[in-house]
């Protein structure tokens, strides 16, 4: 190794500092108002406000300076939430393990079941495709919402 090797090296990682860019501007937690950390799906709605499965305390918004908080005494059916997704009405859907899905509507949670029924009560996942459908991802299998002809 002759002594142009090392210079240049210093060089070069040298420069790639100068491009770096911040990648965290700022790590929200509980002291920030947010109901719990252990978050396990993040969804944006059509205002631009983030939702958060609070594995453990039930769903968090973000308005951008607020975190508001939702549990069981807003009509959700577990804390334990899992996963989002939006539905055509812009409405979120909230499954759980252990209490199914909930659905946010007008300011209040309801249960999935009184209105459809039929679905396992663990739910892992949820996916809203191009035509709208929600596609459930249960411990028994997967079932899917289908919107009429």
Same mark, same amino acid.
Request: include cysteine; charge should be negative.
């Given at each position: !190794?002759?002594?142009?090797?090392?210079?240049?090296?210093?060089?070069?990682?040298? !420069?790639? $500092? #100068?491009?770096?860019?911040?990648?965290?501007? &700022?790590?929200?937690?509980?002291?920030? @108002?947010?109901?719990?950390? =252990?978050?396990?799906?993040? &969804?944006?709605?059509? *205002?631009?406000?983030?939702?958060?499965?609070?594995?453990? $305390?039930?769903?968090?918004?973000?308005? @951008?300076?607020?975190?508001?908080?939702?549990?069981? =005494?807003? #009509?959700?059916?577990?804390? !334990?939430?899992?996963c989002l997704t939006f539905d055509e009405n812009e409405n979120l859907w909230? @499954?759980?393990?252990?209490?199914?899905?909930?659905?946010?509507?007008?300011?209040?949670?309801?249960?999935? *079941?009184?209105?459809?029924?039929?679905?396992?009560?663990?739910?892992? $996942?949820?996916?809203?495709?191009?035509?709208?459908?929600?596609?459930?991802?249960?411990?028994? @299998?997967?079932? $899917?919402?289908? &919107?009429?002809?």
């Amino acid at each position: !190794m002759n002594f142009r090797t090392p210079i240049f090296i210093l060089f070069f990682f040298g !420069m790639l $500092s #100068g491009y770096s860019q911040k990648l965290f501007e &700022k790590t929200y937690g509980i002291d920030d @108002g947010l109901a719990n950390v =252990n978050i396990a799906d993040i &969804k944006q709605d059509w *205002k631009g406000q983030l939702w958060f499965a609070n594995y453990g $305390s039930g769903v968090s918004v973000f308005d @951008g300076k607020d975190f508001t908080q939702f549990d069981e =005494n807003d #009509g959700l059916t577990n804390p !334990m939430v899992r996963c989002l997704t939006f539905d055509e009405n812009e409405n979120l859907w909230a @499954g759980t393990v252990g209490g199914g899905i909930s659905i946010y509507i007008n300011g209040r949670f309801i249960d999935f *079941k009184d209105t459809i029924g039929g679905i396992d009560d663990h739910v892992y $996942s949820l996916f809203t495709d191009r035509d709208k459908n929600i596609w459930i991802g249960t411990k028994a @299998g997967y079932s $899917s919402t289908q &919107k009429g002809d």
